[in-house]
């Protein structure tokens, strides 16, 4: 079940925040009490400030879909009629329009493209790093799918926290590492002027990614 409600009021305790929501023209608690049956029951939350898409989001995104067409030989707007599709479809958000969609619905787009041109590997015309909007999940797609989260081409990881010489990196048990996806040439880089300068430079930073949790963090 999806509805779009509004917080009418907020508590923060100490074991977390609790909200009183309130959902317009919908009679649902009979729902509630249906599924319960005496479990709690999860819902999810999306922080919607009611301003629309902006220009440099539409731009990010038409860019992005057009290098996707030049590269599948689709028309541009059947592809974003698609892209759109898949993307409720996978999200269960309701459908809307990229002309008047709310800042967080396009980054979320956005962010949902991005992962699909890492998938696929197509490249693109600018670099993914400068189009996405949520760059702790950029990140962590570059590690996922193998690719230099500076220039998109194959990467190889590098171990923003070192791990120190004369461990077996082969058993050694990385995963509370930060790590970062890059290519031989970006990878040569950072060891050559250091992790802080090479993160200045190109605005990106380590993160945790574990292959069997599939997470960032």
């Not at 608690?29 to 440099?56: Q, S």
């Not at 989260?149 to 990467?155: E, N, R, S, Y």
Request: charged share 30%.
């Amino acid at each position: 079940m999806q509805y779009f409600s509004e917080i009418k009021s907020i508590r923060e305790t100490k074991k977390g925040t609790d909200l009183m929501i309130h959902i317009p023209g919908e009679q649902i608690g009979h729902k509630i009490v249906k599924y319960r049956n005496g479990n709690l029951i999860n819902a999810e939350i999306r922080i919607d400030d009611n301003r629309t898409i902006t220009a440099d989001q539409r731009k990010k995104i038409f860019a992005t879909i057009k290098d996707i067409s030049m590269y599948t030989g689709d028309h541009p707007e059947e592809l974003r009629a698609w892209l759109l599709y898949d993307y409720c479809i996978k999200t269960g958000e309701m459908p809307f329009s990229l002309s008047n969609c709310s800042i967080s619905q396009a980054r979320e787009f956005i962010t949902f493209i991005i992962d699909f041109i890492l998938k696929e590997d197509i490249p693109l015309s600018d670099a993914a790093l400068k189009r996405t909007e949520d760059i702790d999940h950029y990140l962590w797609g570059c590690i996922k799918h193998k690719k230099c989260a500076i220039c998109g081409k194959a990467g190889e990881t590098h171990h923003w926290d070192a791990i120190g010489m004369g461990r077996d990196r082969k058993v050694y048990d990385d995963s509370k590492h930060r790590k970062i996806q890059l290519c031989r040439t970006h990878h040569t880089e950072a060891h050559k002027i250091g992790r802080d300068t090479f993160g200045a430079k190109y605005h990106v930073y380590g993160i945790t990614y574990s292959e069997e949790e599939d997470t960032c963090k």
